[in-house]
């Protein structure tokens, strides 16, 4: 089992940038794909970036693709996300997901969220 908890979120302008947070308690973090998902209001929930168990491989949703970056510290039992140039249409909540695939990536734990607001 996986206990998450995301962190990082907040009101940024359009070009800024901000990087999320996720710290995992459990075992199963070490043999965990992991992933970052989002979903704006009204809106189905989106994927945005996973990487594998190693961090060897990632990949991304193509309306973030080229601004930002998943990252892991496996020491830490922590999963990164750093968003640069911003954009109004980023605002979301901000989930992070542990599971044993990586693609297509499933989620079988999530954490609670993290808002992500971005202004024009």
């Known amino acids: 089992q996986v206990s998450l908890v995301e962190s990082g979120g907040g009101l940024v302008q359009a070009g800024d940038s901000l990087r999320l947070s996720c710290t995992a308690s459990?075992?199963?973090?070490?043999?965990?794909?992991m992933g970052w998902f989002r979903q704006a209001p009204g809106k189905e929930r989106e994927f945005v970036a996973g990487?594998?168990?190693?961090?060897?491989?990632?990949r991304y949703g193509d309306s973030v693709k080229g601004r930002f970056t998943i990252s892991r510290d496996n020491a830490k039992n922590t999963v990164s996300l750093q968003m640069n140039s911003l954009k109004p249409e980023d605002t979301a909540v901000y989930y992070c997901a542990a599971g044993p695939l990586f693609s297509p990536f499933r989620g079988d734990y999530w954490g609670r969220g993290t808002q992500v607001t971005v202004s024009s």
């Open positions: 990487i594998t168990i190693s961090g060897a491989m990632t």
């Open positions: 459990g075992r199963a973090f070490g043999r965990s794909a």
